[in-house]
């Protein structure tokens, strides 16, 4: 008999979280020990009951899935995260998976898809969409370039590392005495420095970088 695997869910809308649960405990092989609508509420479970599987949202109201992703696996490494998307998520899935994910799966995904790709990783296997394929998706590979953080002043990283937290622009610009607007221009420099063109793909670089440090230093 299959082992029962234990899902922690982590989602802004109840309902939706409530119509989720039901999907996955219909054939009795997976369990939800429980719905949460913070990132502390579902940092603190998985670190404590060590789920086999959490499904996140991508955007809650206390921020992106990327400020907590990295601590989140970190905290239970055998868990397999896969995050809930409102869009395609296809250019997401190299820094989710380089952040901890196994998986990502759009939001208007049919329940076998859901299922489907829960069983592909009870069973060690990745699942895409074939509709991924015929857009120009290929296998992803190893980022590029990551000492370019090192070109980051100390401002920068610090900007960096708040950002990473999922901490407010505004916030920001009041820890370190600046304006609002200065952060934007703080900003416009570190995509530079770091060749990136987005905030998720500067937090992709930025955590990878940050992680492979506290390995090489711990």
């Known amino acids: 008999m299959m082992k029962v695997w234990q899902v922690v869910i982590v989602g802004c809308h109840p309902t939706s979280m409530l119509g989720t649960k039901l999907i996955l405990e219909e054939g009795g092989e997976l369990e939800v020990l429980g719905m949460y609508s913070t990132w502390a509420e579902g940092a603190a479970v998985v670190r404590e009951k060590q789920p086999n599987l959490v499904l996140t949202d991508y955007q809650m109201p206390d921020g992106e899935v990327e400020s907590v992703l990295f601590d989140m696996k970190n905290s239970s490494p055998a868990s397999h995260f896969v995050v809930m998307t409102d869009e395609d998520g296809r250019e997401l899935l190299q820094s989710f998976i380089e952040l901890g994910a196994s998986g990502i799966l759009s939001k208007g995904a049919s329940p076998g898809q859901?299922?489907?790709?829960?069983?592909?990783?009870?069973?060690?296997?990745?699942?895409?969409?074939?509709?991924?394929i015929k857009k120009g998706f290929w296998p992803i590979s190893p980022s590029k370039g990551l000492d370019s953080v090192l070109q980051l002043t100390q401002t920068e990283t610090f900007i960096m590392e708040r950002i990473v937290q999922g901490i407010t622009y505004d916030k920001i610009a009041?820890?370190?005495?600046?304006?609002?607007?200065?952060?934007?221009?703080?900003?416009?420099?570190?995509?530079?420095k770091l060749d990136v063109t987005t905030r998720a793909q500067a937090i992709e670089k930025f955590a990878l970088f940050s992680r492979q440090h506290r390995q090489i230093y711990a």
């Open 114 to 132: 859901l299922l489907q790709l829960i069983k592909g990783l009870r069973e060690g296997f990745i699942s895409i969409p074939l509709e991924w």
């Open 174 to 192: 009041l820890e370190i005495d600046v304006s609002r607007r200065s952060i934007d221009n703080y900003l416009r420099k570190i995509y530079v």
